[in-house]
């Protein structure tokens, strides 16, 4: 008898009944056929095809039943990721859920016998955080991606940050409140009793026309001033008698401001620091003996961590990760490139090293930076152009 025709009742009939689960001692993993019953699953035992996969697999069982285990693997974990995310959940609510599926992998076709030691394998691996409850087992997933770490740190790197800018204006303000306040404390006035020598004499007020109260306040802030005008030129004079050293000038706002901004550029760092056409040591020890600490110039940089280098001795090219990478310092002179901090991207001119700190002081060479000079770079943050 021949198959049933598309859309006739017998077909209809077949699709209507192989909907939703059947029992799972009825499924062949290796066919990945479900049969409805006993008899379909006898039938489907004794043909060909069956046959046929049963001798592949007996060829390497053991290499079937890793690939079913990554793939039960893989598809649990993604299920718990999407749906459940970093949540603390029962497994045998992600696993009801991910056999609902009715193409998924059986459990009994993987390494593992149950769910309990499923549970367990992912915790002993570090997939996920599992704990025993009288209730059963939990499990929460640890997201290691690598895009959501660097996220996270990027956002606390982003809260430390502005913590720090609202702390540096908080002083910055204090400074200059204290500084308007030095020196102009006002003198207490001292009250004293009103009294006339003479009892019959008239007590009159010769006011000009005119007058008020600000140009009292004036003249007394113009007296006040012509004091501290005064106490200053006799400490400066006692200074100078004394043989003491002139004190330095107090550093105004604007000042103080600009060293926040270059502090700030000091400190605006990345995890990166590749760029094209800089001169770099290998150092990674898998390549020691003909590549090891041979240089190389960038030419290519892929995804910001990694980078194309061609070999200066021998010409050949390589594809490295920046660990297995380091910056080269030249002489006195060299044209150098800042990788890392606020004046990434310039070129400069390398002026001094000093190796105790393992910085070097450069000029910048490019840019509308161009002829200030930088203090304190460290080493890993510049290296020589090509």
Known sequence: MGKSDFLSPKAISNHIKSKGLQKLRWYCQMCQKQCRDENGFKCH?????????????AENPQQFMDYFSEEFRRDFLELLRRRFGTRRVHNNVVYNEYISHREHIHMNATQWETLTDF?????????????????????????????????????????????????????????????????????????TELSRENKDEKVTFKLKKGASTSVAASSQTSVLALKMVEGAVKRTGAAHCSGQPKKKMKKSALDEIMELEEEKKRTSRTDYWLQRDIIVKIVTKKLEGKYHKKKAVVKEVIDKYAAIVKVIDSGDKLKLDQTHLETVIPAPGKKVLVLNGGYRGNEAILESINEKRFSVTITINSGPLKGRRVEDIQYEDV????
């Open 119 to 191: 549970t367990k394998w992912l915790g002993r691996e570090g997939l996920c955080r599992v704990d025993e409850t009288p209730k059963g087992w939990y499990i929460q997933y640890i997201n290691r991606d690598p895009e959501t770490i660097h996220r996270q740190q990027e956002q606390k790197g982003k809260k430390k940050q502005d913590l720090d800018d609202e702390e540096k204006t908080s002083k910055l303000l204090e400074q200059q409140v204290r500084r308007c306040l030095e020196g102009k404390e006002l003198e207490m006035p001292v009250y």
């Open 45 to 57: 035992c004794m043909s060909q095809s069956h046959q046929r996969q049963l001798l592949l697999a």
């Open 383 to 386: 290296s020589k152009l090509a």
